[in-house]
């Protein structure tokens, strides 16, 4: 049996549910362990105030370990797993993600995995499935319809822009300096040369800074989801044409869950500061992205 940890924000859900659903694809057992949500989101000492925001969406279909399946793999929680883990590590059969894309995972038979598989290598042959599977439940704002609306209508393009967390002096240093103002300056000269007519959505959990940076004549900055409603905008981004995100896996899911036959799709060549981007590999496990660098430059 393959059991995969979920945990992390809903783009991490997602990922580890696409991966759950590789597995199921291929013929494998497989389970999704949730417990880290029944911690309250609990990552390194701090409360991380996540929800299982997977749960609350449309078509989705899963099935949860139990104590005893998730014991036999990794030895359980607690102390006692712990002590197992440290002094008798070939008793359990676990995996921890530590790069970009690990194909010898789908060797496995009986394991458990760690991680946020943010890879598109990974579920890129299942994703048309699970675009037609995955549904929001229907948002009882107005504004979100007609902003679909409108996205539907023209050359909409979203554009993510991360800051929040990522402003954190421990997290300013593995995600800062990467979606800088010549990323977004470089990304959006990059559609508009597809797309001349491209009318650019601004997404972001830094409204003001947004603001303050993006005239409203040139852009349409949204800000209508707040709190447990602000999974719509990855919603409202899929509706969109085109997408330009942010090294931010919540952006990469509005685009992948984009039906657009000819959307483009762009990202930073890398996602953490720990990062190389290495341009045929990219390519090859990220296939249809097209990668920015922070200077602005496409690769």
């Not at 059969?93 to 990974?122: N, Q, T, V, W």
């Amino acid at each position: 049996m393959i059991i995969i940890q979920v945990a992390g924000g809903l783009g991490n859900q997602l990922q580890q549910y696409a991966l759950y659903q590789k597995f199921l694809a291929m013929g494998k057992e497989a389970r999704l362990d949730l417990s880290w949500f029944d911690k309250k989101g609990t990552e390194n000492g701090k409360v991380t105030g996540r929800r299982l925001e997977l749960s609350e969406l449309k078509g989705i279909s899963y099935q949860v370990c139990t104590k005893g399946q998730k014991r036999a793999l990794t030895g359980g929680d607690g102390i006692g797993g712990r002590l197992v883990r440290r002094l008798a590590p070939f008793l359990t059969h676990r995996f921890s993600e530590s790069g970009i894309y690990h194909p010898e995972i789908f060797a496995l038979d009986d394991c458990y995995l760690e991680g946020y598989f943010a890879c598109e290598k990974y579920y890129a042959d299942i994703l048309d499935r699970l675009r037609r599977q995955i549904r929001f439940p229907e948002s009882g704002n107005p504004q979100n319809a007609a902003l679909a609306a409108a996205m539907r209508e023209g050359t909409s393009v979203s554009v993510h822009i991360r800051r929040g967390d990522y402003k954190n002096p421990e997290n300013a240093a593995m995600f800062g300096n990467i979606c800088t103002p010549d990323y977004y300056r470089g990304a959006m000269d990059f559609v508009r040369k597809q797309a001349p007519d491209a009318r650019f959505y601004l997404f972001s959990d830094d409204i003001a800074d947004v603001r303050e940076h993006f005239p409203a004549e040139a852009f349409t900055v949204v800000d209508v989801n707040h709190g447990a409603d602000s999974y719509y905008d990855m919603w409202l981004m899929s509706q969109c044409r085109h997408n330009i995100c942010a090294n931010s896996t919540f952006s990469f899911w509005g685009a992948r869950l984009n039906a657009h036959p000819d959307k483009i799709m762009v990202r930073p060549t890398v996602h953490k500061n720990s990062q190389t981007f290495v341009k045929e590999e990219m390519e090859e496990l990220w296939k249809g992205w097209h990668f920015v660098d922070p200077q602005g430059r496409l690769q």
